[in-house]
């Protein structure tokens, strides 16, 4: 059982950074898939970005290219995300997840085994 806590949102004007974080209870699988997820009010949560622990192969939804970055220490069993140039369509609740040992990355929030409550994320203009 992989229990995660995601820590770092907050309220923030349009143009500024944050760094998310998500812990796990315990040290990752290598072949494990964390992916960064966000659901604002009314709209279905979307898979932003993802990394594989082990080789530190990411993945990044177009909408946030360039402007988010995933990264990992595994040392600290920890992901992180860094958001910049946030603008106000990024304010959502956003969550980390895991997937089970040995499976693809995908976009796919059924193929998450284990997720963390959320950190709120809220930009304004």
């Known amino acids: 059982q992989v229990r995660l806590v995601e820590s770092g949102g907050g309220s923030v004007q349009s143009g500024g950074s944050l760094r998310l974080s998500c812990a796990a209870s315990?040290?990752?699988?290598?072949?494990?898939?964390i992916g960064w997820f966000r659901q604002a009010p009314g709209k279905e949560r979307e898979g932003v970005a993802f990394?594989?622990?082990?080789?530190?192969?990411?993945f990044y939804a177009d909408s946030v290219k360039g402007r988010f970055t995933i990264s990992r220490d595994n040392a600290k069993s920890t992901i992180y995300l860094q958001i910049d140039s946030l603008k106000p369509e990024d304010t959502a609740l956003y969550y980390c997840?895991?997937?089970?040992?040995?499976?693809?990355?995908?976009?796919?929030?059924?193929?998450?085994?284990?997720w963390g409550q959320g950190t709120q994320v809220t930009v304004s203009s």
């Open positions: 997840a895991a997937g089970p040992p040995g499976r693809f990355c995908t976009t796919v929030a059924r193929d998450f085994a284990y």
């Open positions: 315990v040290p990752l699988d290598v072949r494990t898939c």
């Open positions: 990394i594989y622990t082990g080789s530190g192969i990411t």
